[in-house]
């Protein structure tokens, strides 16, 4: 089938067609470690690596990328704060890192490449810059990249330059040449990590880490960039000019951007403090849980997060496990397979059709909560076929293009789930307590009671114990 994604460089629906024709080369920005990744950097790490799946269920081999950012000023000032290196902090979060994506069934990307172990290249990158007159280094000793050289600058955020000029200020005692000019190589101040370069003791900007280790891994021309929109400017617009600057070469043939999480109406980001860590929802939740909620949207739209959004996508995600566990326990665990019918093949053919229309999750989503209710009833009636077809049409064949209903059970939520929500009652409870609204308080006891959670109010706070526990 031909997919079909939204391309935002050419800004519309485009055919994919990838340079080897059964191969996919994939780069996706990844997060700056220094601290957990939150809920945030969760919607790229779950829907590229859904949409890597889907190239693999329609036939592509993938080699995907995702970088590691080593380096960088939030990371130097956390390891300040904490009296430690840089390079203690980084490997603290990259194993933190590789903890969640396990524990949220992402698969790890062929290469997790770190700025750090690039920087030869980096400094050969900028090197090569120089010689072409595209950089320079100013008298500071840092290395800008010089905008006005590049005359394709701004076409992939669909900004015009001289816009954006007017809007910029020239920054006090900067030694740039135009605004614009954004910084390859930086001049390490006293007390910071440095590498010895061409240009004195210093680090690499931002951007360059990126054109560098995508290149060497894939080649300078390559087929999907990806990352969150937040990075569209001047993360990837930066990175373009570098990469087409150098190697006079197209740099990626199709750009992806997932839409940002917000919370409290901004993006959630480390940086403003708004974030919900993905360990913090994997104590409560399961990890299909955090998948479907974040898959039920589609990629590029934003996706406001809330507790009660999550709570109500659990639900849903229960039952569908509820009853495929149904099946499973019907036939002892060993589902018996069934040669695919022509109901199957259409249905499987549908949900293809969706998601090649710019991986058009949400509809696949909704075939998956259809064809649940669908199997409950077939499981009513005792329609051995039908149990058996929807079965692994849910469980082995839309699912896994997705990446659903692949984290076993008990490595996330279960018991925490129950804990999280009892704890949620006696947080209204008393609240009510305090506003004097005795009356919902003891409904809410009076009601929890009926289901045997019985709760004790003592000096240290309100206790629970369950009676009857299913
Ligand atoms: N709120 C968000 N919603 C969706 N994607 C996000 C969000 N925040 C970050 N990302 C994506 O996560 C990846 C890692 O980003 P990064 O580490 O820069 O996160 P960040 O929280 O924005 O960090 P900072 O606060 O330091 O800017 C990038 O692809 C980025 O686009
Ligand atoms: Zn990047």
């Not at 076409?155 to 954006?164: A, C, G, I, N, T």
């Not at 669908?374 to 293009?401: C, Q």
């Amino acid at each position: 089938m031909n997919i079909k994604i939204f391309d935002s460089l050419k800004g519309q629906l485009v055919d994919f067609k990838p340079i080897q024709k059964d191969k996919v080369t994939m780069y996706v920005c990844g997060p700056t470690i220094y601290n957990y990744v939150h809920v945030g950097n969760a919607r790229p790490m779950i829907v590229f690596d859904a949409f890597r799946r889907f190239l693999e269920y329609s036939g592509y081999k993938v080699v995907m990328v995702q970088n590691f950012t080593d380096i960088d000023d939030k990371l130097i000032n956390k390891a300040n704060e904490d009296g430690t290196t840089i390079d203690v902090i980084a490997n603290r979060f990259i194993n933190e890192y590789y903890r969640d994506a396990l524990k949220l069934g992402v698969r790890s990307a062929n290469f997790h490449p770190k700025t750090t172990d690039y920087v030869p290249q980096i400094i050969e990158f900028i090197k090569t810059l120089i010689e072409k007159g595209y950089a320079y280094e100013a008298k500071n000793h840092d290395v800008y990249f010089n905008v006005r050289k590049f005359k394709k600058y701004g076409e992939l955020s669909h900004r015009k330059v001289d816009d954006m000029r007017a809007g910029s200020r020239i920054e006090v005692n900067s030694d740039k040449k135009d605004p614009l000019d954004f910084t390859l190589w930086k001049t390490s101040k006293k007390g910071e990590p440095f590498w010895d370069s061409p240009w004195g003791k210093g680090r690499p900007g931002w951007h360059i880490e990126c054109s560098v280790m995508s290149t060497e891994l894939l080649g300078d021309t390559f087929d999907i960039h990806a990352g969150g929109n937040d990075l569209i400017f001047p993360h990837h617009e930066n990175e373009r000019a570098q990469s087409l600057a150098k190697t006079g070469k197209e740099f990626a043939n199709y750009w992806m951007h997932n839409g940002m999480i917000k919370s409290s109406g901004d993006k959630m980001s480390k940086s403003i403090g708004n974030i919900w860590l993905v360990r913090e929802l994997l104590e409560n939740f399961d990890a299909d849980t955090v998948k479907f909620f974040i898959l039920s949207k589609h990629y590029r739209a934003p996706l406001e997060f809330s507790e009660e959004g999550l709570i109500s996508q659990n639900k849903s995600v229960v039952r569908i496990k509820e009853t495929l566990k149904k099946v499973e326990e019907k036939y002892d665990n060993y589902v018996p397979n069934i040669n695919c019918s022509k109901n199957m093949k259409e249905i499987i053919e549908e949900a293809n059709k969706y998601l090649s229309d710019d991986f058009n999750t949400p509809r696949v989503i909704a075939m998956i909560f259809d064809l649940s209710k669908e199997l409950n009833k077939a499981i009513n009636d005792n329609e051995e076929k039908k149990i058996l077809e929807i079965y692994h049409l849910i469980k082995n064949n839309l699912g896994p293009i997705l990446g659903l209903f692949e984290v076993p059970e008990n490595s996330s939520g279960g018991e925490n789930i129950v804990d999280f929500l009892i704890q949620e009652h006696i947080q209204i409870r008393n609240q009510a307590r305090e506003n004097k609204d005795f009356d919902t308080a003891d409904k809410i006891r009076d009601d929890l009671s009926k289901k045997g959670i019985i709760l004790k109010d003592t000096p240290d706070g309100t206790e629970y114990s369950i009676k009857n526990k299913q």
